[in-house]
Structure formats: structure tokens, C-alpha cells
């Protein structure tokens, strides 16, 4: 039987998979998480798109919580990409587009500030 201490590498069965992660148990009962984050490299939008319940995984012990819970990961077992996929970068908007956004702003100053800058201060009297 492995020691689930931190660092060790284990491998257990997935008894339930959440929004937040999915949770493992071990031959010796003992039941750990997997947070989402720690399922893959890339982004995990869906995290049944990667574990399933019922899978039987091969995970590595970052540790315990304070409250004496194993925090597991499958993503530290993985090799890690050469490079990892970053979101798609937004393309330049067309010109027409650029010119309206700029007259928007221009208006946009002038109505909250009055039309050309702060208005002089003026005494009330009693």
C-alpha cells in the first residue's frame, strides 16, 4: 500500500465529479481532490470533458489542507507542452469602427465635463 504523503504517486478511482473538481479514493479508503486546475495544462472549461466517474487515475500528492484532506493533481503527472495554447488575440477593429469609438469619447468628455472644462465657482448668498 502507498503512503499518501506529499509527493507520492498513487492511483485510485474517481467516486465524483464536480464544477470544482473531482474526487478520488484509494485502495485505503482515504478519498482526496483533484481540483480543476490541477486536472491539465490547458484551460478546463468543462471538466467532464476530462475525467469521467468511475475512471481509475493515476494522481501525485501535493499534500493536506489544514483540516487533513489530500489535494491531489493529474496535471503534475502530465508531460507539460512545449507550449502552452494561449486564448486567441483579438484583431484590429476596422477603421470605421476606430473613428466612432473616438467620437464617442471625445462627446462622451465633453458632456461630463461641460463642454470645455469645469465650470467657475460660484457664491451662494444667505
Request: charged content about 35%.
Amino acid at each position: 500500500m502507498v503512503q499518501l504523503d506529499s509527493g507520492a504517486v498513487a492511483e485510485g478511482r474517481i467516486t465524483r465529479v464536480t464544477d470544482f473538481g473531482a474526487f478520488i479514493q484509494f485502495e485505503n479508503g482515504e478519498t482526496g481532490l483533484v481540483h480543476m486546475s490541477q486536472i491539465a495544462h490547458s484551460f478546463v472549461r468543462n471538466i467532464h470533458d476530462h475525467v469521467r466517474e468511475g475512471d481509475t487515475v493515476e494522481v501525485k500528492v501535493l499534500g493536506r489542507d489544514e483540516r487533513g484532506r489530500l489535494d491531489l493533481s493529474i496535471k503534475e503527472l502530465l508531460e507539460e507542452p512545449e507550449e502552452i495554447p494561449r486564448p486567441r488575440a483579438i484583431g484590429r477593429q476596422s477603421p470605421q469602427f476606430e473613428a466612432k469609438l473616438r467620437s464617442f469619447m471625445r462627446d462622451a468628455k465633453e458632456r461630463t465635463t461641460g463642454g470645455g472644462g469645469k465650470k467657475p465657482a460660484t457664491k451662494r448668498k444667505k
